[in-house]
């Protein structure tokens, strides 16, 4: 599976690639209502779906998103659509498919795939194998209208990413996963950045690629993204960060990022041993264009300190993982964060 998957052989072409920006903050700006889920657009407002892939397609997007991020049961009874679970991803990923297959080069088409926003047993009412299950329902759909991977993201429970990988392998597609460090430094179920690669590397043929996406912040992230890329410099590692930090003006929420600052940080992850790169909340097509026009002309330098990526992209947001832990060694600056 792994050896014809398009994500792989791209991956076996090029030294890195770029993934989209944001879908929610693109949408937003669309007109979509906060409370409304995106997925419905899916049917009634695909143009505009289409126009959020092409877009970034433009700013040079080596691998989009499918608009399918709430595209469980679970989420979608919120919007009494959980009976349109399968129809409206394959709707997805055929909008997406779309786009791709009339790029001027090789685009890949992710299937979304975000937390159910249940919580498993023993904290919560879901049991794994219903998970899986419904995990599955979403896949299908997204694997019939033409995705390339399950990506598998924004993640805080193991074992939630452990059934997400289960029925991406059941349906028969290759698959990627992302935690979400957002709590000190880890993800709100205490998952460390380092322990990502293990968490479902033994389902089927193991995930095609791992990381981190969302968070609190570019700095932060990029500080996850040195301790995956420490614990297992040879893995394949995506990081989709955040627009700088999000803040909140009144009632909207402003993120910081600058197209600069963005492309500073697509250096600095290319730098700290990401393969792929892209942008979480946020992150417009001008910022992503920005981030590929210096990733394709960036010279590599080495692997930046956390005090380095503290320095070029501003403080961190949360403690580190490891700053509460016996590491004196590391994360001086860690401690400099507003």
């Not at 700053?323 to 400099?336: C, I, K, L, Q, V």
Request: glycine share 10%; with cysteine; charged share 20%.
């Amino acid at each position: 599976m792994t050896a014809t998957n398009p994500l792989a052989q791209l991956l076996a072409e090029k030294p890195f690639l770029l993934a989209d920006g944001a879908t929610g903050t693109s949408l937003f700006a669309m007109g979509l209502e906060a409370g409304e889920a995106p997925e419905l657009w899916n049917e009634a407002k695909p143009e505009n779906i289409t126009k959020l892939h092409q877009d970034f397609v433009d700013a040079g997007a080596d691998i989009i998103l499918t608009n399918t991020f709430g595209g469980t049961r679970h989420r979608l009874k919120l919007h009494h659509a959980q009976d349109r679970v399968f129809e409206l991803n394959r709707k997805a990923a055929e909008i997406a498919r779309a786009v791709a297959d009339k790029a001027p080069r090789k685009v890949i088409v992710a299937g979304s795939v975000g937390p159910t926003g249940e919580l498993l047993i023993p904290l919560g009412a879901l049991t794994y194998d219903d998970a899986v299950a419904a995990f599955a329902e979403q896949i299908e759909g997204l694997k019939a209208g033409g995705a390339d991977v399950a990506w598998i993201e924004t993640m805080s429970s193991p074992e939630e990413i452990r059934a997400a990988a289960e029925a991406a392998t059941k349906t028969g597609m290759p698959f990627v996963y992302t935690g979400s460090f957002d709590t000190a430094g880890k993800t709100m179920m205490g998952l460390h950045p380092k322990d990502i690669h293990g968490v479902a590397g033994d389902i089927g043929s193991g995930p095609l690629a791992v990381g981190a996406n969302c968070g609190v912040g570019a700095s932060d992230i990029l500080s996850s993204l040195l301790d995956m890329t420490g614990a297992n410099p040879s893995a394949t590692v995506v990081v989709k960060g955040n627009c700088g930090i999000p803040e909140y003006r009144g009632a909207e929420i402003y993120y910081s990022g600058t197209p600069p600052l963005m492309a500073e940080y697509a250096r600095l992850a290319r730098d700290a041993g990401a393969r792929i790169i892209g942008g979480c909340c946020g992150t417009s097509c001008e910022h992503l264009a920005a981030m590929r026009v210096a990733l394709d002309a960036h010279e590599p330098r080495e692997r930046p300190s956390l005090e380095t990526i503290i320095e070029k992209i501003g403080p961190l947001r949360n403690k580190t993982a490891d700053e509460s832990a016996a590491a004196p060694a590391r994360e001086r600056g860690g401690r400099r964060r507003s």
